[in-house]
Structures are given as C-alpha cells and as structure tokens.
Nanobody, 122 residues
Framework: QVELKESGGGSVQAGGSLWLSCTRS????????MAWIRQAPGKEREWVAS???????YYADSVKGRFTISKVNANNTMLLQIDSLRPEDTATYYC????????????????WGQGTQVTVSS
C-alpha cells in the first residue's frame, strides 16, 4: 500500500516562494511517476508537474519557469519549489502517484495524498 503525505503549504504574499514536500511510504514499481496536482475553489483539478522514476520532469505551461519539481531521500520524498507566487496559484496542492505519467497529466492518479493548502495574497 502506497501512502503519500504532503507538508509545507501556507499563506504568502504574491511574489514570494514556498516549498512543498511529499513523503511516500510503501513501494511503487521500478518505473513510476509522481506529480503535483492542484485544485482551486470551485475549479477542477489541474495537473502542475510530474517527475518520473528516472527523474525526467514535466511542467504545465502555466507554471514553467516558476515551479521546480524534484526528488530527494532515495526518491521517497518529492519536492515542489514554487517561486514568484501569484494569487491564481491559490489552491489545495495534492501529491499523487501512479505507474506512468500520462494519467497524472489528466489529473487522474492511483494514489493521492490528503493535500496541503497554498494561499497567495495580492
């Protein structure tokens, strides 16, 4: 059983930075994909970024150049560095995992964390 737990959300002013962390327990297959997916109030879930087991990364156009996804701690922890925050980045950010990336890019995942709130004020 895979469990994902996010931390690091908070309230910041526009232009600020945040780090989000996702700790994974349980084993995935050798090839897997992890992602950050966010959901703003009243909106559908939106894929933000993915990182494959071989560390190849993908980003949504809306966050390219501002968000950086990475893995540390023998791949058990996934990070999201968020710079130049904008009010439209306000959302609950979910850590998600699956055996491949395409589903995650459609905001669909086999495993989900409980989410962490990011609020950006102007």
């Amino acid at each position: 059983q895979v469990e994902l737990k996010e931390s690091g959300g908070g309230s910041v002013q526009a232009g600020g930075s945040l780090w989000l962390s996702c700790t994974r327990s349980g084993d995935l297959t050798t090839r897997y994909c992890m992602a950050w997916i966010r959901q703003a109030p009243g909106k559908e879930r939106e894929w933000v970024a993915s990182i494959r087991s071989d560390r190849l990364t993908y980003y949504a156009d809306s966050v390219k150049g501002r968000f950086t996804i990475s893995k540390v701690n023998a791949n058990n922890t996934m990070l999201l560095q968020i710079d130049s925050l904008r009010p439209e980045d306000t959302a609950t950010y979910y850590c998600a995992a699956d055996f491949s990336c395409p589903g995650l890019a459609r905001a669909s995942a086999k495993f989900w964390g409980q989410g962490t709130q990011v609020t950006v004020s102007s």
